[in-house]
């Protein structure tokens, strides 16, 4: 399953929160979450669940729906 950064950051501006905020409700770095957002990276199964909590979303609505079983 691969994650669309597009929906992170829509979900991430939904809830009025900046990438700073994410990163420390996940306890990550912003660089991560600004990748991610970007699709450089995938963020792996620990923080999908941590971010999707974050940001008061279904980790299934992360996912991009033409990325396939990846």
Request: aromatic share 4%.
């Amino acid at each position: 399953m691969r994650i669309a950064g597009e929906r992170i950051k829509t979900a991430r501006e939904r809830c009025g929160l900046t990438q700073r905020a994410v990163a420390r409700a996940i306890d990550t770095t912003e660089f991560r979450v600004s990748k991610w957002e970007r699709s450089l990276a995938q963020p792996n199964a620990v923080y999908l669940l941590k971010l999707a909590q974050a940001l008061n979303v279904d980790p299934r609505e992360l996912a991009d729906s033409e990325g396939g079983d990846q």
